[in-house]
């Protein structure tokens, strides 16, 4: 099946700082990838779709200036957390779909101290 | 508006034991896929089934089994003699055709004791 790969699998931050996370479709191209976050115990949650070449679509409640999307290519998306709380500490997980089915990354736990 | 419902938030077996995961949905479309995924401790997501909207045959798969029933919108999921490497939590989604988005249920934690 397609993959997607997501790196760093965890990452360690000082609060105020920013963290990259970045996601990749290693053998297919995606004009959309989706990013989700999921607190522990808890469901994935939406966050925002990436859209190649224009800008990231948010959900409800979620900022857009806080986390930034960037979707250069038809391979890559990133996500930045930006001025790190945290708060912000969570497991974080994207996904692209050649076609119906939705393939995901590995998750990328982010903890702020 | 799409919802995706698992009633049960945790659920404890004994080895051997089947269980079944209940899955709940909301949807106005017509054309829309369900979906299970696995989540180990580890984190990263486990695909098991995809199933579209039109299609409502169950399907086995080993000791793997859902049950597609559109009339009631449910799609639960059903494991027969369960092992202990099956504990985990299960999550059950729909993704909209129109919206391409995949909207998960809150999961069912699953703990099988030997």
């Known amino acids: 099946g397609a993959v997607v790969s997501q790196h760093p699998s965890w990452v360690i931050c000082k609060s105020g700082t920013s963290v990259k996370i970045e996601c990749r479709s290693l053998?297919?191209?995606?004009?959309?990838m989706f990013w989700y976050r999921q607190f522990p115990k808890q469901s994935l949650m939406l966050m925002a779709t990436?859209?190649?070449?224009?800008?990231?679509?948010?959900e409800q409640g979620v900022e857009k200036d806080k986390f930034l999307i960037n979707h250069a290519s038809l391979t890559l998306s990133t996500l930045t957390v930006t001025s790190a709380h945290p708060e912000d500490s969570s497991f974080y997980i994207c996904?692209?779909?050649?076609?119906?089915?939705?393939?995901f990354g590995q998750g990328t736990r982010l903890t702020v101290v | 508006a799409q919802k995706v419902t698992q009633a049960q938030t945790e659920i404890s077996v004994v080895e051997k034991e089947d269980v079944t995961l209940d899955c709940v949905y909301e949807?106005?479309?017509?054309?829309?896929?369900l979906f299970w995924y696995k989540q180990p401790p580890s984190g990263e997501l486990v695909f098991l089934i995809r199933?579209?909207?039109?299609?409502?045959q169950n399907e086995i798969s080993g000791r793997y089994s859902w049950n597609f029933q559109k009339s009631t919108s449910s799609f639960n999921f059903t494991i027969t003699a369960s092992q202990v490497v099956d504990s985990a939590v299960y999550f059950c989604?729909?993704?909209?055709?129109?919206?391409?988005?995949?909207?998960f249920g809150t999961g069912t934690r699953l703990q099988v004791f030997p």
């Open positions: 996904s692209a779909s050649p076609d119906t089915e939705a393939f």
């Open positions: 053998d297919f191209q995606a004009t959309t």
């Open positions: 990436s859209n190649e070449g224009s800008k990231a679509t948010y």
């Open positions: 949807t106005r479309d017509t054309t829309y896929y």
């Open positions: 199933r579209n909207s039109f299609d409502e």
């Open positions: 989604a729909l993704l909209s055709y129109n919206t391409d988005k995949l909207i």
